[in-house]
Structure formats: C-alpha cells, structure tokens
C-alpha cells in the first residue's frame, strides 16, 4: 500500500492540542518535529561536543511540525478532507494565532493537484437499503429501487465513504419520514441533510462552522434539485452564538451531529432545545475508544440510546430525548 506524507505546521503551544485533536479523526501515530526541543538541545550548556554539524544547528529555526500518514485510498482521502477541515475549524478559533499557521503540506503532491486527484477515489456506491451516492463526473445507472443522491464534495468533509458518515445515513434513513423536521448540525458538505430530504424529510436547517462548508452545501443541495423554500444552511458556532441558537428554532424530530467527541460532549446541553419530547438524536465522528463518555454525557442530559453501530474504530450512535 502506497501511503500519503501530511507534515502539518503549528507551533510548540499547539503540538498537544493538535495531536489530541487528529487522535479524535482515528488516527494514532505521529511524527513531532518541536523547534523549542532543538533550541533546548543547542543551549545545553553541559553538553559533551567538540562539533555540531551545521545541518543540525540549522534546525534552531525550524517549524515545529506533526507529520501523519495515510493510505492512498478512498478512506485516506476522507481523513485528509477531515484533517483539512480541522486545521480550518482551529484557525477560526485560534484569533490570536497562537498555534502558528496551521497548514497542511502533503510529500510531492501541491494543493492544486490534490484538488483533482482525490476524484479517483469517489465513485459512486450503496449505503443501507435506500441510497446510491455518486459523484456528478460518474455516469451509471442507479439500482434499483435506491434514492440517488449526487454530492461534489470539494474541500469539505462529507462523500459518505468514511464510516463515521456512513453508519450516520444507516441510523437516518428508517427514521425520515413524511414531514420529518431535520437539523444537521456541522453539515460539512451538506450529505446528511440532503439524504434526510431525499427520503422524505419536509424541512432542513444545516450549520456549519466554516464558511466553505455553508458554500459546498448549498451547491449540493441545488446539484439535487431540493426545495429552496424548505432548507435553510447558516455557518456559525452554536457554542458560542445564543442568536444562532434562537434562530435555528426548536421543535426538530430528528437531529444529526456528525463531528468529533469533544464537541458532540460540548453540544449535549444544548440538544434538548431543538429536539421535541421523543424526538431522535443520531451522533457519529466518534473514534470507538471515547464512544461510552461521549454516550454518558449525552445520555446525562436527558436521553436514552436506543441503537448504536460501529465499523473498524469509529462509532454512531442512536437516541431518544427522554
């Protein structure tokens, strides 16, 4: 198996909160290149040597970086759309640019080639019993009986090939049905509020934190032919904005929170205000290590599990507002 090198650079404030952050995207191992270490090194004052080669004195000006590997293929490629749209989330957050510039470099492939050629990697599939998801540049005739849902990704997270997307759209799709009031909480590229409408759903509000995800969603969501007048898409913070949180309402029968621990276990308080009494909680992005506090903390505010389904360390999960 060929593998994709991904040097990310930060600065040494931002190596431990970066590394818990991807240890949240599944992945576990690292490579961590820390300027503060080099300098600590080469001011050692009661250091043994002669000589230090000038290539290693050339690293007291070094980046601090976090190198990961991933798999060239169609789940490497959704981890690195995650691992792009985290940087993204973290350079909103970090107003003070106390984590340096939070850029990703992947190993002889330049940003604009990687735009293309992640493209080899989607190609159209089934999901559940009633989907068939396909990029708009594959042709191909659609299974019988299955709802085709066309999604152009581009640089935000969401082709349905990660398993934390896919569980999500298995646990979804027996729950929609007519007039069914959806949220799609960090809608990335808007797939989980458009499947939800595809299958039924009567309305549809999306958020998202970044900018570019609101974009994308709403192209996908026009690519499929869905009512303007019955989806809203807004990007902002629902963790720190009380007019957001009052403008995207109460009432829902189904909620859909696709993102990673920490935040689903900031979000659980605020769930019941959207949720009616009995209405259904679908959470997924969690790796399988945090599944049982993630659950713990939601079940704590007012909810009962009812399914859950996991795949190859990733987990989702099912609930009822009690």
């Not at 060929?2 to 949240?24: E, F, H, K, P």
């Not at 009661?46 to 169609?74: A, F, H, Q, R």
């Not at 005739?141 to 849902?149: A, E, F, K, Y």
């Not at 049982?292 to 009822?320: M, P, R, S």
Request: glycine fraction near 8%.
């Amino acid at each position: 198996m060929n593998w994709w090198q991904v040097d990310i650079y930060t600065t040494t404030a931002g190596i431990d909160i970066l590394c818990s952050s991807l240890m949240d995207l599944g992945i576990r191992g690292f490579s961590i290149q820390d300027a503060e270490d080099f300098n600590e090194f080469l001011e050692n004052k009661d250091g043994k040597w002669d000589y230090i080669d000038e290539d290693l004195m050339g690293l007291s000006n070094c980046e601090s970086c976090v190198t990961i590997y991933l798999p060239e293929d169609s789940q490497g490629a959704e981890t690195l759309r995650m691992v792009k749209e985290l940087l993204s989330r973290m350079k909103s957050e970090d107003t003070e640019k106390v984590y340096g510039r939070l850029e990703a470099e992947l190993s002889g492939i330049c940003e604009e080639d990687w735009a293309n050629n992640w493209k080899q990697y989607f190609k159209p599939f089934c999901v559940g019993e009633k989907l068939y998801i396909k990029p708009s540049w594959e042709e191909g005739s659609c299974p019988d009986g299955r709802t085709i849902l066309e999604i152009d990704p581009a640089s935000s997270f969401g082709t349905g090939q990660h398993h934390t997307t896919r569980l999500c759209l298995e646990l979804l799709e027996n729950e929609v049905s007519e007039g069914t009031k959806l949220l799609d909480l960090g809608c990335g590229s808007g797939i989980l509020f458009i499947a939800g409408m595809l299958l039924g759903a009567e309305k549809a509000f999306a958020v998202d934190i970044e900018e570019n995800a609101s974009r994308i969603a709403k192209e996908n969501a026009e690519k499929n032919a869905l009512d303007e007048e019955k989806y809203t898409i807004c990007c902002g913070n629902i963790l720190s904005d009380s007019e957001l949180v009052e403008e995207i309402g109460t009432g829902y029968d189904i909620i859909c929170a696709n993102i990673v621990a920490d935040v689903l276990k900031a979000m659980a308080p605020i769930f019941p205000k959207f949720l009616r009494e009995n209405g259904t909680l679908i959470i997924s992005g969690i790796i399988s290590e945090r599944k049982d506090e993630v659950v713990d903390t939601v079940v704590a505010n007012g909810f009962e599990v009812i399914e859950e389904k996991e795949k190859e360390g990733w987990a989702a999960v099912k609930l009822v507002r009690a």
